[in-house]
């Protein structure tokens, strides 16, 4: 078993840039052309070329790149009781998902992604992956409801579901969970964070593995004084891309959990040197906030929206500078 670097342990996100296969996949599956099962058996070359992308940047804990999903939220949509297909809406820009609908109450069917983190743990040389799942929140926000009538209950609901999952990716022998809900960003309340709170511990107690949440690109900074009670070990958010505007807040609100340090823009194109990677890990040890051993080194969210061989240079660069606090910060 591969044996995580102490301090400044490497990882990512979660999604990577579509392999094409896996893209024509997805749509063979939507029309269904072919079926569940063999859909997640012919997504195993796709996963296999992102784990060795992975592994041959030096990333410490990987993930499968989630090359099954077509999104965050469509693709659990699609597999759970009491959702059905919705409408094309824009996000931003070009982009566009299929939102999808609540007509029903939602109920548990089966494991909805335990087989392809399965697969990329058989072939990931020993390192661990991260089991990652779309969190409750961000499902409930990013789907149209007809049938709860209360953001709380349809949170609550989702929450059920997606602990049914957790359990079987940790019975499969899952160390890392994480939680992704990019959606509270976007609306930074205290009331909004207690649902998120109650619907976290549905989650994760009695869960014996690390728990992670994801949050990204918003006024974090307003409600990082209520995150800290989550009922987790780790947060995981974006710094690069705000230029580190919330480093100051983490000291102010004396940040005591392990922080998943993003120090690559996603956003962008431009890969960020050694040396730029290194200095923007150094600040955050400067501060005295948190020790080495609490910090993990990734990209500020997902890769998806990057060029592949961008993405592979960014992590290689990622890793080589993280090796370098080590070498210099420890």
């Not at 410490?60 to 099954?68: T, V, Y």
């Not at 020790?291 to 990734?298: L, N, T």
Request: proline share 5%; with cysteine; glycine share 6%.
């Amino acid at each position: 078993m591969y044996k995580v670097p102490r301090y400044f342990p490497t990882t990512i996100v979660g999604s990577y840039p579509k392999i094409p296969p896996a893209e024509d996949l997805i749509r063979r599956r939507k029309r269904e052309v072919i079926g569940e099962e063999d859909f997640h058996e012919l997504v195993k070359p796709s996963i296999k070329v992102v784990i060795d992308d992975y592994l041959q940047a030096g990333v410490d804990i990987l993930s499968d790149g989630e090359q099954a999903r077509e999104d965050m939220v469509a693709y659990f949509a699609e597999r759970l009781e009491g959702y059905r297909g919705g409408e094309w809406v824009r996000i931003f820009d070009n982009v566009y998902f299929r939102k999808p609908v609540v007509v029903g109450e939602i109920k548990y069917l089966k494991p909805m992604a335990v087989m392809d983190w399965a697969y990329a743990s058989s072939i990931s040389n020993g390192r661990p992956v991260k089991a990652i799942l779309t969190g409750p929140y961000t499902m409930a926000d990013w789907s149209f409801d007809l049938y709860y009538g209360d953001r709380r209950e349809l949170v609550i609901a989702l929450a059920k579901v997606i602990r049914r999952e957790v359990e079987e990716f940790v019975k499969k022998g899952a160390n890392y969970v994480q939680i992704d809900e990019p959606a509270l960003s976007t609306r930074p309340l205290k009331e909004e964070v207690d649902v998120v709170n109650e619907a976290l511990h549905i989650i994760f107690d009695g869960i014996h593995a690390k728990k992670i949440v994801h949050i990204c690109f918003g006024k974090i900074e307003r409600i990082l004084e209520y995150l800290l009670d989550f009922p987790i070990d780790q947060f995981d958010f974006e710094f690069k891309n705000s230029n580190l505007r919330l480093l100051p807040y983490l000291v102010e609100y004396g940040f005591n959990k392990e922080l998943g340090y993003g120090v690559i823009d996603v956003h962008s194109t431009r890969v960020e040197d050694v040396q730029e990677i290194y200095n923007d890990i150094e600040k955050l040890v400067k501060t005295g906030l948190l020790g080495p051993d609490k910090i993990y080194v990734d990209p500020d969210c997902g890769l998806k929206r990057l060029p592949r061989e961008i993405a592979v240079a960014k992590l290689q660069n990622m890793v080589k500078a993280a090796e370098l606090a080590r070498e210099k910060l420890v």
